[in-house]
């Protein structure tokens, strides 16, 4: 397996695999999934910020993609990030994902940022709790009932990683462009 940046050639097996989430998982809120233009165009939006979007493969076949992006637009945010990480189902805790993300928070300790924010769809995903948890993620809160999706309500949590020692001292760089 090979982590390597994402590229603008990767937009429709992002595409397959996001797709499959939207339509078979509560992982994402989403309803309708995205066109690999759409896809192009958020993989675009991260980089921009020098943010990391990793993809893995093997012989050729892409196994998973994870990215920080910015975890909101305004400037006091621009020491925080939020992950996404998504698996395809046949590889799913074969340690496609934490081998992913672990390179995120690298990348994004390197980039001098200070928290990384999981938010996680379905109290219920174990999985995703437990991969967050295993990297040293803490709950931060849960959000009940949040969104609908086949047919129920979903809860959202919160989870709260820090890096380059989190809130424990002034950050030391500007953090991102957020403008």
């Given at each position: 397996?090979?982590?390597?940046?994402?590229?603008?050639?990767?937009a429709p097996?992002?595409?397959a695999l996001?797709?499959?989430?939207?339509?078979?998982?509560v992982g994402?809120?989403?309803?309708?999934?995205?066109?690999?233009?759409?896809?192009?165009?958020?993989?675009?939006?991260?980089?921009?910020?020098?943010?990391?979007?990793?993809?893995?493969?093997?012989?050729?076949?892409?196994?998973?993609?994870?990215?920080?992006?910015?975890?909101?637009?305004?400037?006091?945010?621009?020491?925080?990030?939020?992950?996404?990480?998504?698996?395809?189902?046949?590889?799913?805790?074969?340690?496609?994902?934490?081998?992913?993300?672990?390179?995120?928070?690298?990348?994004?300790?390197?980039?001098?940022?200070?928290?990384?924010?999981?938010?996680?769809?379905?109290?219920?995903?174990?999985?995703?709790?437990?991969?967050?948890?295993?990297?040293?993620?803490?709950?931060?809160?849960?959000?009940?009932?949040?969104?609908?999706?086949?047919?129920?309500?979903?809860?959202?949590?919160?989870?709260?990683?820090?890096?380059?020692?989190?809130?424990?001292?002034?950050?030391?760089?500007?953090?991102?462009?957020?403008?």
């Amino acid at each position: 397996m090979i982590l390597r940046a994402a590229t603008i050639q990767d937009a429709p097996a992002l595409a397959a695999l996001y797709g499959h989430h939207v339509i078979e998982g509560v992982g994402t809120f989403e309803e309708t999934p995205p066109s690999p233009e759409q896809m192009e165009a958020r993989r675009a939006a991260v980089v921009v910020h020098g943010l990391p979007w990793l993809v893995a493969e093997l012989n050729g076949r892409m196994l998973g993609f994870a990215y920080a992006g910015p975890f909101r637009m305004r400037s006091a945010y621009r020491h925080t990030v939020e992950d996404s990480v998504y698996i395809a189902p046949d590889v799913q805790r074969t340690g496609v994902g934490r081998t992913l993300l672990a390179a995120v928070i690298a990348r994004c300790e390197a980039m001098g940022l200070r928290q990384m924010v999981a938010v996680i769809g379905d109290s219920g995903n174990a999985s995703s709790i437990g991969l967050h948890a295993a990297l040293g993620f803490e709950a931060a809160g849960v959000g009940p009932g949040l969104g609908y999706k086949q047919g129920r309500w979903l809860d959202v949590v919160w989870m709260v990683r820090p890096l380059n020692g989190g809130t424990a001292s002034l950050p030391a760089g500007p953090g991102l462009d957020l403008g």
